[in-house]
């Protein structure tokens, strides 16, 4: 599983991006989105997914970047 603080930080990022004001359901959401299968992947597919569904625009470069600068 991904670093708590990281995961927290990222979430909580995504969730204000989409307009989630319930921070503690939709971190519950995601997280529960990489339980099927062990991997960060699936949460980072939730987020993504959730990001694409709202709209918000972000590259594979921009993901990249910022999971190099969240993990430094």
Do not use: C
């Given at each position: 599983m991904i670093k708590h603080t990281f995961a927290i930080r990222f979430i909580r990022q995504a969730a204000a991006l989409i307009g989630r004001t319930d921070f503690d359901v939709y971190f519950d959401e995601v997280i529960s989105a990489g339980?099927?299968?062990?991997?960060?992947?699936?949460?980072?597919?939730?987020?993504?997914?959730?990001?694409?569904?709202?709209?918000?625009?972000?590259s594979a470069q921009n993901r990249s970047r910022e999971n190099d600068a969240a993990s430094a």
């Amino acid at each position: 599983m991904i670093k708590h603080t990281f995961a927290i930080r990222f979430i909580r990022q995504a969730a204000a991006l989409i307009g989630r004001t319930d921070f503690d359901v939709y971190f519950d959401e995601v997280i529960s989105a990489g339980l099927p299968e062990s991997g960060d992947e699936n949460v980072f597919r939730k987020i993504f997914s959730d990001l694409q569904y709202a709209d918000v625009g972000i590259s594979a470069q921009n993901r990249s970047r910022e999971n190099d600068a969240a993990s430094a």
